[in-house]
């Protein structure tokens, strides 16, 4: 059984990933309410004399578009943060480390990309998320650390409210309210539920894979107007509307092979991410 710190553990995936690893696991827990990873002396005084064996680091500051209001705010806790784990980790001997990572820090290339494409972080989000992978490899080649890095695309499941596509409109058609749709909704993307995170998370500790590589998780890749043709069979009802708005729609497909070669086998398709929404949004009622 391992010792864990996990950072982020009442966050949506730093939830997930404690529910799914708990059982064969003991967990440290961190949440950024609770300790503020971006100061030095705090972050260092929480590591002190604790049995660490690995670090899952999941806290971050959230929301792409959210990012460019406050870039001080989101740099500070998503690369000092980092910055300020990985010097705790060496104070303290702590060599294994699983930082998840973003698809964001692709940008917005126009092809489907594997974990070799250039980086060209778009927001000051998924900056962080770059100068994080950035300082980690640092770390790696002059320090005592093995690591991996996960990036995922598009993370959706019940309980993540802000930016999930799939959350909005389940809830709207649910609330007899239209199914908005910019442009013509052709653009593509992929919904990957936190479960299946979790899976690669527990297959890289079962086989103790800290090789120092980036992986990229993914699943489900459909167009937007699909996924709400979807919704709406599913649910017997809702309407489409399409709206004309100055909004530049843009694809963003990874490739997820490099973690299948290793053993990696997503789980939960569309179908079911769209069930657990409805259940969950009915039980809230």
């Known amino acids: 059984m391992n010792n864990i710190l996990l950072t982020g553990a009442n966050g949506f995936l730093g939830g997930n990933i404690l529910k ?28 002190a004399n604790k049995k660490i064996d690995i670090v899952i680091h999941a806290a971050a500051a959230k929301g792409a ?6 870039p001080k705010k989101f740099i500070d806790v998503n690369f000092y943060g980092t910055l300020n784990i990985l010097e ?8 294994k480390i699983i930082f998840i990572s973003s698809s964001g820090i692709y940008g917005r290339p126009k092809k489907i990309i594997t974990e070799k494409y250039i980086k060209k972080p778009f927001n000051p989000y998924s900056l962080g998320k770059n100068l994080s992978e950035t300082i980690i490899q640092y770390y790696a080649e002059h320090y005592d650390l093995k690591y991996v890095n996960i990036r995922p ?3 959706s499941g ?16 649910m609330e007899n309210k239209n199914a908005i749709v910019f442009g013509k ?30 992986y990229n998780i993914s699943n489900n890749k459909i167009r937007t107007i699909q996924l709400i043709k979807k919704i709406i069979k599913i649910l ?42 409805i259940k969950n949004l009915k039980n809230d009622k």
């Open 153 to 155: 695309n598009l993370i």
């Open 20 to 47: 799914n690893l708990k059982s064969s696991n003991k967990f440290i827990e961190i949440d950024l309410n609770n300790l503020d990873i971006s100061n030095f002396k705090k972050c260092k005084d929480f590591f």
């Open 65 to 70: 578009a959210e990012s460019f209001k406050d």
């Open 236 to 277: 017997g009802k809702g309407k489409i509307e399409y709206v004309k708005k100055n909004i530049k729609t843009f694809d963003l497909v990874i490739s997820n092979n490099k973690a299948k070669n290793i053993g990696w086998k997503p789980k939960r398709n569309l179908k079911f991410i769209i069930n657990e929404m």
């Open 185 to 214: 909704g052709l653009h593509i993307r992929q919904y990957t539920h936190p479960d299946d995170i979790s899976l690669f998370i527990k297959l890289i500790i079962k086989k103790n894979l800290f090789n120092n590589q980036s």
């Open 88 to 95: 705790a980790m060496r104070i303290n001997k702590i060599s």
């Open 158 to 173: 019940f309980g993540l409210t802000k930016d999930n596509l799939v959350y909005d409109i389940v809830k709207s058609i």
